[in-house]
């Protein structure tokens, strides 16, 4: 059974600080990592997509990494800015499921202090 | 482009009552997918649909039912409620097809409260 874990619960920090949120999953056997925000009481926004053969995602100040071998992707924030403050959640895609069935972490609760 | 699209987005129940909540996916998608988000935790994966078809479940009793409609909107049916019920649905959409990146797109989210 997949799991994810998301590292720290929760962030606290002064804008302008450059971030890393992780994530571990224990099946190697992935489909696809996506990571969201979730903004409180809203639904998810979709970040970034890394598919199980790449090994990093940009857009804008995010950067994802993946690296499936040892079930590791970090979300990397250049720049924080106070309206990054959300909820971040990483998730993973069985193989063979082209995409569906994620597995969510808890997610990590970031706050960014002006 | 239209994007996901749920209704109600909120609704209070009472135990043992049923409930349907609604899901319009987002144009030239043919799959949607139902997740059950409880105060302070991911989203669980609670069924897919695709071809009006269940194609795959997670962990929840058959209590939990759906169905998909020819145009892929969606419903999502919850019967003899119960209070852990209590919770954000969400629901996502994707387009599957071959070398497709699978990327799922989720609507607001439907939040229900049972007493």
């Known amino acids: 059974k997949q799991e994810v874990t998301q590292i720290p619960a929760a962030l606290s920090v002064p804008e302008g600080e450059n971030l890393v949120l992780n994530c571990s999953f224990t099946d190697s056997a992935i489909y696809n990592l996506q990571w969201f925000r979730q903004d409180p009481g809203k639904g998810l926004t979709s970040l970034l997509l890394i598919q199980s053969s790449q090994r990093e995602q940009t857009s804008g100040r995010l950067n994802a990494s993946l690296d499936k071998s040892s079930g590791r992707s970090t979300l990397y924030i250049a720049a924080s800015q106070p309206g990054d403050s959300a909820t971040y959640l990483c998730?993973?895609?069985?193989?063979?499921?082209?995409?569906?069935?994620?597995?969510f972490g808890e997610g990590t609760q970031l706050t960014v202090n002006p | 482009e239209t994007g996901v699209t749920q209704s109600p987005t909120h609704l209070i129940k009472t135990r043992g009552q049923q409930v349907t909540l609604r899901c319009s996916s987002q144009s030239g998608h043919n799959t949607v997918s139902w997740y059950q988000q409880a105060l302070g935790q991911g989203p669980q994966f609670i069924f897919q649909y695709y071809r009006e078809e269940e194609n795959g479940r997670g962990n929840f009793p058959p209590r939990f039912s759906g169905l998909q409609f020819p145009n892929y909107s969606s419903e999502l049916n919850v019967n003899a409620l119960e209070l852990d019920d209590s919770a954000l649905y969400l629901c996502?959409?994707?387009?599957?097809?071959?070398?497709?990146?699978?990327?799922?797109?989720f609507g607001e989210g439907s939040r229900l409260t049972v007493l």
């Open positions: 998730a993973v895609s069985p193989w063979g499921t082209s995409g569906s069935r994620l597995t």
């Open positions: 996502a959409s994707s387009l599957r097809q071959i070398s497709n990146t699978g990327e799922l797109f």
